[in-house]
């Protein structure tokens, strides 16, 4: 085992794949991440979110495809891998029995920190994460805001240039939320973070890029440039929905249509995704009034992560719905 | 070897907070202390083959409860995601479980020396068969706990680990009766995987190195499946 490469993208993944018996848990997902982003992966419960986590940190090998991390391939160079990665897994495991003092110290000498590194370790975790209050509390009483940070408070305790967050904000209160935030807007910069989230705020206030999963598809590895790229209107039709789909979908740059919410007394409201460019808010109102389809409101939608989130996750039979 | 170091300590440690590993003591010191009075009074004569054999039967029976949790509790709670995320191996994780809970063994074979003290003092005993007992009883441990770990290891639900192991046992107790039933050669065979088989020589002074071998056999064998039911993922 010699050192690894310096060059950047510091994650790579490439087609990886993880079957759980017959079930399919990750398909074909590709991406890189450059050393110091901040990464958010967004999907809903199920997407395959935690199990990517898992083979990037070397826990799970993938059943095909290949991942590198610092350098070191997550199937062939896993211990070493180790060193460079910090992961908190999903609902923050930690030994009840334990005080956090003593569990720190254990993750760090585990870790490969001895003696006064780990003692100093400790400290500046302890400090980080301000546990001070609960340094000699056994694990099994500590709130879930407090087991959260003990949680990331282990993982940073070897100075990963790697962390990695399985949802970290999951069940915590408004103020644990906002200090985790806080936390890891800290660390970017000075390391690569993966955060996973189906909370879609929280991804969008945190993360320098987004990838988006659904059913272990990756969707788009960058949702926030993907939302610059892309416009939404709202607008509010009466008129048969079959025809409505028609009209507007046949105006040159729109891309989806999807109901938000329909009404058999009054008009059904529709959300376009549509490229941006200027005019076709115009185009879509002409094409509705040229076959007298009362057209009762059009508005622009902020582009944003929501939007996309949604237009990207929607599944058909949602749609049929 | 480090790493190692640090797993079993921490190993030592949850046995010493867990209350299971107390009443286990406790029950095993009050049933051989009792035993141990009432042959002694009985018979008066300075042997502890009888303990040897309550011994057997008790390991039977309680190495199940001491191992139950050792793997299952860390995939139930999740924390083998993070030992298996920092840098120690399976291999590691097993043998530091393993040599924890023979620790553990070894405590309550220790405290049982007490009675071989106390027969040495006030009687004059055979020293070999109470050595070869003893050695009898450290190769079952180890070949019971290595089981019991292995059960531990392929779920995650401690009442089926210990269940399972406890069924293995007491298959294993009694396999000789149902050997005996077969045809040659599946009788030699079946009679041969008998745990009280290789035991009953141990208890009575006689040491032979096929009894030896196959509880050693046995431990390397679940240690190394459980190795691979632990990297299994």
């Known amino acids: 085992m010699g050192s690894p490469p310096m060059s950047s993208p510091i ?12 079930r399919v ?115 099994a009483k500590l709130s879930r805001g407090y087991r959260q940070r003990v949680a990331i408070a282990q993982a940073l305790l070897h100075e990963p240039r790697v962390l990695v ?21 800290e660390l970017a910069g000075k390391r690569t973070v993966l955060v996973a989230s189906h909370v879609l705020s929280e991804i969008a206030q945190i993360a320098s890029r987004v990838m988006i999963l659904l059913d272990g598809k990756l969707l788009t590895s960058d949702a926030l440039k993907r939302s610059t790229r892309t ?27 999807s109901i938000e919410a329909n009404s058999a007394a009054l008009s059904t409201r529709y959300l376009v995704e549509a490229d941006q460019q200027p005019g076709i808010a115009q185009d879509i109102a002409n094409v509705l009034a040229d076959r007298r389809l009362a057209l009762s409101e059009l508005v622009a939608v902020p582009p944003d992560l929501e939007q996309v989130f949604l237009a990207l996750t929607r599944r058909p039979e949602e749609e049929a719905a | 070897m480090r790493g190692w170091a640090i797993l079993w300590l921490k190993e030592v440690r949850a046995l010493y907070f867990s209350p299971i590993a107390y009443v286990v003591v406790a029950v095993f010191l009050v049933i051989m202390g009792y035993s141990f009075t009432l042959t002694l009074f009985i018979s008066h004569v300075p042997t502890l083959v009888h303990l040897f054999f309550q011994m057997f039967v008790l390991f039977l029976l309680t190495v199940p409860i001491i191992t139950m949790r050792l793997i ?132 009575t002074g006689s040491v032979y190195l096929s009894d030896a071998a ?10 190394f499946l459980s190795v691979r039911a632990l990297a299994w993922r």
């Open chain 2, 214 to 223: 196959f509880y050693l056999s046995a431990t390397l064998l679940a240690l």
């Open chain 1, 165 to 185: 967050l399985d949802e970290p904000t999951s069940g915590l209160d408004p103020h644990q939320v906002i200090a985790v935030r806080e936390l890891i807007r």
């Open chain 1, 11 to 22: 994650i790579v993944a490439h087609q990886l794949v993880k079957w759980y018996g017959p």
């Open chain 1, 231 to 257: 416009q939404y209107l709202r607008l509010a039709v009466t008129g048969p929905e079959a025809e409505v789909r028609v009209c507007i979908g046949a105006v040159p740059g729109v891309r989806s249509i």
């Open chain 2, 72 to 203: 299952a509790e860390e995939r139930k709670l999740g924390t083998i995601e993070m030992l298996l995320t920092a840098p120690v191996t399976e291999v590691q994780i097993v043998l530091a479980k393993f040599a924890a809970s023979m620790c553990l063994l070894m405590l309550m074979l220790g405290l049982s020396a007490v009675y071989a003290i106390v027969l040495g003092i006030y009687g004059d005993p055979d020293w070999g068969p109470i050595f070869s007992g003893y050695l009898g009883l450290v190769l079952l441990g180890a070949a019971l706990v290595a089981v019991g770990l292995l059960a531990s290891a392929v779920t995650i639900n401690q009442i089926i680990a210990a269940l399972l192991s406890l069924s293995v046992f007491l298959l294993l107790w009694i396999i000789d009766d149902f050997g005996y039933l077969l045809p040659e050669p599946f009788d030699t065979l079946v009679v041969n995987l008998s745990l009280s088989g290789h035991f009953k020589p141990f208890a």
């Open chain 1, 25 to 139: 848990a990750v398909r074909d997902v590709s991406f890189s991440v450059d050393a110091g982003e901040v990464i958010g992966l967004l999907g809903p419960n199920g997407s395959g979110k935690s199990t990517i986590f898992r083979m990037l940190t070397g826990y799970l090998t993938p059943s095909s495809g290949t991942a590198s991390v610092a350098g070191y391939d997550t199937a062939t160079d896993s211990l070493a891998l180790r060193h460079e990665v910090g992961y908190v897994p999903e609902d923050s495991p930690l030994y009840g029995h334990m005080r956090v003092a003593e569990f720190l110290r254990f993750m760090a000498r585990l870790k490969g920190l001895s003696g006064r590194a780990a003692r100093s370790s400790v400290d500046a975790v302890v400090a980080r994460l301000h546990l001070e209050t609960v340094v000699n509390l056994p694990a």
